[in-house]
């Protein structure tokens, strides 16, 4: 029973770096993209002639921001279903103890 518990024990742990790597993105970007909005509306109030300009910027910045949540959102859902280095090694611990 130790072998399982083992197992899931590092199963636990992937699951929960998934989940970290997932939402700390996601928040991230949220409070990313609050500032750069906030940040847009404060510019066009000042000058409202440049807010074609702004608004350029701020899609192109709003792209990179979204770029960070898109790539931790694809490494957090790799990590969470790719095999595990961890799960290999417990299975080679667990066959050197059976045999």
């Not at 970007?29 to 702004?54: D, Y």
């Not at 095999?83 to 080679?92: E, G, H, K, Y």
Request: net charge negative; glycine share 10%; no cysteine.
């Amino acid at each position: 029973m130790e072998i399982a518990s083992l197992i899931a024990q590092v199963q636990s742990y992937k699951a929960v770096a998934a989940g970290l790597l997932i939402g700390l993105a996601s928040l991230g970007t949220a409070i990313g993209f609050g500032i750069l909005g906030g940040k847009f509306v404060e510019g066009v109030a000042r000058q409202p002639e440049l807010s074609n300009m702004l608004m350029v910027r701020v899609l192109i910045m709003a792209g990179l921001v979204d770029a960070f949540a898109v790539i931790s959102i694809v490494l957090g859902l790799l990590l969470f279903f790719t095999s595990n280095n961890f799960l290999s090694a417990v299975f080679d611990a667990a066959q050197q103890a059976v045999a």
